[in-house]
Every structure is written in C-alpha cells, then in structure tokens.
C-alpha cells in the first residue's frame, strides 16, 4: 500500500519520465515530497507556470516524448492554460498534472480552488479530475496513452489533496484499454489505391505537407517518396521541415506569408497531396478561391481535420507515416514535363528574401546561423521573428524548428528553446524572438542560469510590436496604437538612428541578462554578428543574450492581405 | 446558402461527471447550434445515452459526427439522418384560471390528440403529450391560441431510438 502522492510518482518513473517541469504549491507538496526522495525523475524548476508549460512543450517537440508538468491548484493551473492551449494547437504531447483541493472541499470556493478541468475542458485532448484513489493508475497510463497517441495532444489530470494522501494499491496497469478512444492504426489501401491512380495521371501534382509529417517521423520515407515521385513540395508553417529545406524539388512555405513561387503552385496545380495539415485560414487565404479546380487528396490521422475548412476529393484517416509507406509501395517516377523546373525557376525569380535591404536584417542573422551551426534547434517567438525564422532557417527534419503555429503564443520561444536544450543537452539551441514577446517570459534566465542551459537567445528588437505594426502600417493608415515599446512614444528605429546610436529601450536586454549572470551582446551592424555568435558559442554557464537592433519599418514578405485570394500577395517592401 | 436541416443524433457516452458539460461545451465552443440534448443512464450503468436534435448544414453536421467521435467520453456516435427511428418528446401543459368549460374543452382536446390529463384541481389542470416535436409544437399552438395567457410549458427534448416495425419518420 502506499500514498497517493507516491503512486504519482512511480507512475512517472514507470512511464520513463525523465524530467518533470513542476512549480510548487500547497496542493502539490505532498507529491514533491516523494520526488525529494527519488532520483530517477529529474526536477526542474522554471520561474513561470506559463513557461513552465512552453519548456515542457519545447522539449516534447524536440525529443518526441511525452512533456510532463506539474503545477498545483488555482492559480497554478490558470497560469498553465495558455501553455495548453499552445500544445493543443499544435498536437504537442503533453501530461498535465493539477493539483486539487480536497475533494470534499471542491465548489466551495476554497483557497487556490478552480474548476481546472471546467477550464481547460475545451482546449486540451482530454481532462480529469481524479475522484478515487482507486482509479488513479489507470488514470494516469491512460493520460500518457492518450497524449501520445493518434494525433497527440495535452492531457490534464487533475488530483485531489486527499487523492494524493490516500494509501492504496502500488500496482501499475500494464494496459490500457479505453472503449471510446480507439486511435486510427491503419490506412485504407483501397483510398491508397484510389488516390495513387489520380496522382499517376496529374499533370502538376504537388505535395502540400504539414506539422503531421514532421510529428509521425515520416520525414525520411516523405523525402523518398519526393525523390522516387519528383513532385515538387512545399510546407506549411508548421510543415518545414517535413522534407529538407535544401532539397531541390523543396519551393518553401506556402500561406499569407509563403514565398511566391510556392503559393503559385498551390493555386496551379492540378492535384494537391496535402498529408499532415488542416488547411487553416493562414495557410488558404480566402476560402472560396483557394485551389478551385485542384483534385485533392488529403491524408491526416485526425478524421475531423478532413474536410473541415476545404472539401476533399480523396480523404484517408490514417497516420503520415502508414499512409506514406503505403505511398510508396504504389506509386512510380512520373514524368511531369517542365512543371517542376517551371516552379523552380519562379522561385528564383521571385525569391523569398530582404536581400535588396542594407544592413543588419533578420535574414542575415538567420543565415549566419544557417551556414555556421549543423541542425541546431530553433524555438521562435510569435510575431515578424517567427515568420522570418519560418521563411530564411534552413530546417533539415523533425525535432528541429519549434514554434506556435496554430495559437500564435508571445512568450513561447526562450522557455521552449530551454526544454528543448534539458532533452537535447549536445544540440545548439536557439531561441529567437523579438523584443515584445521575450519580455512575456523574460524570468526564464534564471532557470537557464540555473540550470547550466547554454541557449542563445536572439533578440530582434525594432522597438515595436511589429506584426501588428507591420498591419497597421499597411492597412491602417500608420496609426501605431499601443504597438511602440520605444521610451519615446513617437519615435522610430531607423538605420540613422542606429547608426547613430540613438536607441532608447526600456529595458536595457543586455544589462538585464547580465543582472542574471548570463552574457549579453548587442550587435547593430552585419560585421557584428560573427563575433557575437562566436562569443555565445564559448559561454556555457548559462545562456547569451545577441540583441539584434533592427528598424522598425521592416516588413515581413511578401504577405497575401486579410481575407485576400493567395494571388493577391504584395511581395516587397516598398522603399 | 446553406441548406439547412433537421437532425438527430444518438450518443453512447462515459456516465461520469463532466461529460454533459464537455459534450454541450464542444457545441457551444464551436459554434454549433444544438435545438434539443437529453441525456440518462442506459441498461449499463457506466454509460449514458444521449439524443441530441440540432439543426445545421451538410459540412456542419459531418464536423460535429467527428468532434463527437474524437472526444474521448463518447463511445459510440448514431447517426440517425438514414435511419427509421422512433422519436418522441414529453411535454407537459399545465392550464391556469380554468372555469368548468376551460375543462370541458382541456378534456375533449385531450380525447381527440390523444393527451393525457394526469392531474388537476379546481384552477388548473395538468395535460401531458408524448408525441414528435414537432406535434408537440402544434398542441402548444393550440393551447396558447385558446387559453391565452393562462398556459405553462415545460418539453423534455426529444429521445430517440432505432424503430422496430413502426417508425416516427
């Protein structure tokens, strides 16, 4: 017989967690207690339960197990929300444990009480409470069952005080057996075999790929399947990565911020093998013109992503990877004529790039990471820096580029940037952000220090909240509202000012993370940049701080206008 | 547009704490419009059966079979849209300030619709109809049209269940 409390713990150490993401509480102590007396669950002390979550996501994406978190009840849990909902989102496998007050106590309004699971009911893959000691194995192998199967999501478990003081049985379920959640484990041959005569006979096929390859680790049969087929390829957001960027038949993103050459692609060709994504409004621009006389076939573990927001010719439920071997199996190299030179040749043309804009960009600084650094892993941030990161890193696999596609969370990238350093201790981890969303989760440079975590994280600062600046400057008459962060509410970061060292920021980043031990640089010019990188490479004691001074007036493109057709894309910046 | 309609639903779903209320948040939370839930525990103990009527679209109805499907709390979904089903609602008609005519007239309508009066005192008489909803739309017509202002309404939602050798439609 032991506690509940310790039962909680050997179900971790049974499930082979290797670190647990906890923040205390009183509705927890019970638990931490048993962890103080173990050593095979490391602990990890992050300074936010916000963070806490996007460190246990951030690990979960670069390693491909199961994320756990602790946090205790009330505002413990309300602080984990934003980080559940991102994991949801974007099918990030998490284990979510609550703590709860006595049973006998709940819905009376109990010091640190919320209904957690009422909360976070919605934007989870499943929540609950535990009411009996009794169920409390079974429970717990079925969260991490739950999380990490089908199309993995968070699970929420949320446990009682007395739950947690209750003795009981020290067995756990070897099983699991849950008669409403059966995930699909096979492909319909029969859709396989369909799908494969209407891709034989396409004049300009393309493959339209998903965060869904990348989750199933199908990237290396996708590349195959590239490779013997010859149809071109291009991404999602969430989708790079899915085969090389560097791959020759690879066209880039597609979207309201994708390159030219890969949304014309989508809007011409004449079949669409989209495997792995639900064709969210970013990704298809205006619903009723997007891909008119394309046949699509659409392959996705999760039935209800099928058909959602596009009608699909050839739907198949099955997971990326069964459904690619499968692909593999039937279909042959296929003469496409010019289509795929055409389309390489248009990306040429009309490249994504800011090339033509002097200085220190956002580009260079992702390309001296592309040319120096062998698959580091990237974390972004939500905003111009995500895009850009998403448009210029060089991704070669899974596990490589983490970012919150589908909730678009500020504050995401330094907390999951040092998750994924914890599950990837000889990667070269990078977090880049900008200067609106770092503030978010700016604590974390203690846990980093803490923990030894050599992250670099790259902060590209314009002053402002650029995304929603970029919009304002170009749809609403360049009325800034509440998006500078500059000390002087009227000013602007141009290159003048940089150059002439007009820069007034509150805070100052580089002093900030020199408050907390680590190193901070600050670079303003291109020739900068290698003595900085090289300097963060040198510093393992904790993380660096590269601030990235940029003007503000520097917009992500191209981009396709709100509720625009995707052939309506502005592609440059105007000078 | 949209070519809306009538549906019906059978759910088997966890007879447990919160299953209501994530199954009514799915609808709520994703827009959907539900017309009738009604929801009891079945010949199994553990789970609960519920009817759920809803009026919606093509693409809208086969989102919500897969929402439903996907939750981890639901079992088994019916669709019953091809279905021949037996479906009926209880519906109760209480009728206030009665004068002996009042229920003279309550009784006769109750003898032709084929109603129940299950209860009544010397104000008011209490009517019961368990028929289709949309029957039960016409009797609650009928009473507000001849004791206006003087009726109270109380419907179950429908239940439903597959038809054996007779059908409800």
């Given at each position: 017989?032991i506690?509940?409390?310790a039962?909680?713990v050997?179900?971790?150490?049974e499930?082979g967690?290797?670190?647990?993401?906890?923040y205390?509480?009183?509705a927890?102590?019970?638990?931490?207690?048993e962890?103080?007396?173990?050593?095979?669950v490391?602990?990890?002390?992050?300074r936010?339960?916000?963070?806490l979550?996007?460190a246990?996501?951030?690990?979960?994406?670069?390693?491909?197990?199961?994320?756990?978190c602790?946090v205790t009840?009330?505002?413990g849990a309300?602080?984990?929300?934003t980080?559940?909902?991102?994991?949801?989102a974007d099918?990030?496998?998490?284990?979510?444990?609550t703590?709860?007050v006595?049973?006998s106590l709940?819905?009376n309004?109990?010091?640190?009480?919320v209904?957690t699971v009422?909360?976070?009911r919605n934007?989870?893959?499943y929540a609950i409470t535990v009411r009996?000691?009794?169920?409390?194995g079974?429970?717990l192998?079925?969260?991490f069952?739950?999380?990490r199967?089908?199309r993995?999501?968070p699970v929420v478990?949320?446990?009682?005080k007395n739950i947690?003081k209750t003795?009981g049985?020290?067995?756990?379920?070897t099983e699991?057996?849950?008669?409403?959640y059966?995930?699909?484990?096979?492909?319909h041959?029969?859709?396989i075999?369909k799908?494969?005569s209407?891709i034989a006979k396409a004049?300009?096929?393309?493959?339209?790929l998903?965060g869904?390859?990348s989750i199933?680790?199908?990237?290396?049969?996708m590349?195959?399947?590239v490779?013997?087929t010859?149809?071109?390829?291009v991404?999602t957001?969430?989708?790079?990565?899915?085969?090389?960027?560097?791959h020759p038949?690879?066209?880039?993103n597609?979207?309201?911020?994708g390159?030219?050459a890969?949304?014309?692609?989508?809007?011409d060709?004449d079949v669409m093998?989209s495997?792995?994504?639900?064709f969210?409004?970013?990704?298809?621009?205006?619903?009723?013109t997007?891909?008119q006389n394309?046949?699509?076939?659409?392959?996705d573990?999760d039935?209800a992503?099928?058909?959602k927001n596009?009608?699909?010719?050839?739907?198949i439920?099955?997971?990326?990877k069964?459904?690619i071997?499968?692909?593999l199996e039937?279909?042959?190299?296929?003469?496409?004529?010019?289509w795929?030179?055409?389309?390489?040749?248009?990306?040429e043309?009309?490249p994504v790039t800011q090339s033509y804009?002097?200085g220190l960009?956002?580009?260079?600084v992702?390309?001296y990471?592309?040319d120096?650094y062998?698959?580091p892993?990237?974390a972004?941030?939500?905003?111009?820096n995500?895009?850009?990161?998403t448009?210029?890193?060089?991704?070669?696999g899974n596990?490589?580029?983490?970012?919150s596609?589908g909730?678009g969370t500020?504050?995401?990238?330094?907390?999951?940037?040092?998750?994924a350093?914890?599950g990837n201790?000889?990667?070269?981890?990078?977090?880049?952000?900008?200067?609106?969303?770092v503030q978010?989760n700016i604590q974390?440079?203690a846990?980093?220090?803490?923990?030894?975590?050599p992250?670099t994280?790259?902060?590209?600062n314009?002053?402002f909240?650029g995304?929603v600046?970029?919009?304002?400057?170009?749809?609403y008459d360049?009325h800034y509202a509440?998006?500078n962060?500059?000390?002087d509410e009227?000013?602007m970061v141009?290159?003048?000012?940089?150059d002439?060292?007009?820069?007034d920021?509150?805070?100052?980043f580089?002093q900030l993370?020199e408050a907390?031990?680590?190193?901070?640089?600050?670079?303003?010019?291109?020739?900068e940049l290698e003595?900085?990188f090289?300097?963060?490479?040198?510093?393992k004691?904790?993380?660096?701080l590269?601030e990235c001074i940029i003007?503000t007036e520097?917009?992500?493109m191209?981009m396709?206008?709100a509720?625009k057709?995707?052939?309506?894309?502005?592609?440059?910046?105007?000078? | 547009?949209?070519?809306l309609e009538?549906?019906?639903?059978?759910a088997?779903?966890?007879?447990?704490?919160?299953?209501?209320?994530?199954?009514s948040?799915?609808f709520?939370?994703k827009?959907?419009n539900l017309?009738?839930l009604?929801?009891?525990?079945?010949?199994?103990?553990?789970m609960s059966?519920?009817t759920?009527e809803?009026?919606?679209?093509d693409?809208?109805?086969e989102?919500i079979?897969?929402?439903?499907?996907?939750?981890?709390?639901?079992?088994?979904?019916?669709?019953?849209?091809d279905?021949?089903i037996?479906k009926?609602?209880?519906?109760?008609?209480k009728?206030n300030?009665c004068?002996?005519?009042?229920?003279q007239?309550i009784f006769?309508?109750?003898?032709?619709?084929?109603l129940q009066?299950?209860?009544?005192?010397?104000k008011?008489?209490l009517?019961?109809?368990?028929?289709?909803?949309?029957k039960?739309n016409?009797?609650?017509?009928l009473?507000?049209?001849?004791?206006?202002?003087?009726?109270?309404?109380v419907r179950g939602?429908?239940?439903?269940?597959?038809?054996l050798?007779?059908?409800?439609k």
């Open positions: 017989m506690s509940g409390a039962y909680v050997k179900a971790l150490q499930e967690v290797e670190y647990l993401f906890n205390p509480g009183a927890t102590i019970d638990i931490m207690d962890l103080y007396k173990q050593d095979m490391k602990v990890i002390l992050p936010h339960e916000q963070a979550a996007h246990a996501d951030g690990y979960a994406r670069s390693t491909g197990k199961v994320g756990v602790m009840s009330g505002p309300t602080n984990l929300v980080g559940i909902a991102t994991a949801y099918s990030v496998p998490l284990v979510c444990l703590g709860q006595d049973l709940m819905g309004d109990a010091f640190q009480e209904d009422g909360i976070v934007i989870c893959k009996d000691r009794k169920d409390l079974r429970i192998k079925e969260a069952y739950i999380a199967t089908g993995p999501g478990v949320d446990i009682p947690q003795m049985s020290d067995a756990y379920p699991v057996n849950i008669r409403g059966k995930p699909n484990e096979t492909v041959v029969g859709q075999k799908a494969c209407i004049k300009r096929p393309l493959f339209l998903g869904g390859v199933s680790g199908a990237n290396v049969l590349t195959e399947l490779d013997r010859g149809i071109p390829v991404t957001l969430m989708g790079k990565g899915a085969i090389s960027s560097r038949l690879y066209l880039g597609v979207g309201i911020h390159g030219y890969p949304n014309v692609a989508l809007t060709c093998i495997i792995g994504t639900r969210n409004d970013r990704i298809t621009g205006k619903l009723s997007f891909a394309t046949k699509i076939i659409h392959i573990v039935a992503s099928i058909s596009i009608k699909v010719d050839i739907p439920v099955a997971d990326a069964l459904a071997e499968k692909l039937y279909l042959e190299p296929q003469d496409l004529k010019d795929p030179s055409q389309l390489q040749e248009l990306k043309k009309e804009i002097e960009t956002p580009e260079r992702i390309q990471i592309n120096h062998e698959k892993i990237v972004t941030d939500v905003g111009q995500q895009l850009w990161t448009q210029f890193l060089e991704v070669e596990q490589q580029l983490l970012t596609g909730l500020m504050g995401y990238g330094f907390p999951a940037a040092l998750g350093q914890m201790p000889k990667a070269r981890v990078f977090a880049i952000c900008g200067d609106g969303g978010m974390e440079f846990t980093a220090m803490h923990y030894k975590l992250v994280l790259i902060v590209l314009n002053g909240l995304n600046r970029q919009w304002q400057q170009l749809f360049k509440c998006t962060l500059l000390m009227s000013a141009t290159r003048e000012s940089i002439n060292g007009e820069f920021y509150v805070p100052n580089v993370a907390y031990g680590a190193q901070g640089i600050r670079v303003t010019k291109i020739d003595g900085a090289k300097k963060a490479d040198q510093f004691k904790g993380p660096t590269i003007p520097l917009n992500v191209p396709v206008p509720g057709s995707l052939s309506d894309m502005i592609l440059k910046d105007k000078k | 547009m949209l070519h009538k549906r019906c639903i059978s088997y779903v966890e007879n447990q704490i919160g299953v209501l209320a994530k199954i948040g799915l709520a939370g827009n959907y017309d009738t009604t929801v009891g525990e079945t010949e199994d103990p553990t059966r519920m759920i809803l009026t919606c679209d693409l809208t109805y989102q079979i897969k929402q439903l499907n996907r939750s981890v709390e639901v079992i088994k979904v019916i669709d019953f849209t279905m021949a037996t009926k609602e209880l519906l109760f008609i009728v300030s004068k002996e005519a009042d229920k007239e006769r309508i109750a003898e032709t619709f084929d009066v299950i209860d009544y005192n010397r008011s008489v009517v019961q109809c368990v028929k289709t909803v949309s039960n016409d009797m609650i017509a009473f507000n049209d001849m004791f206006v202002n003087r009726i109270e309404v939602g429908s239940v439903a269940i597959e038809a050798s007779t059908a409800d």
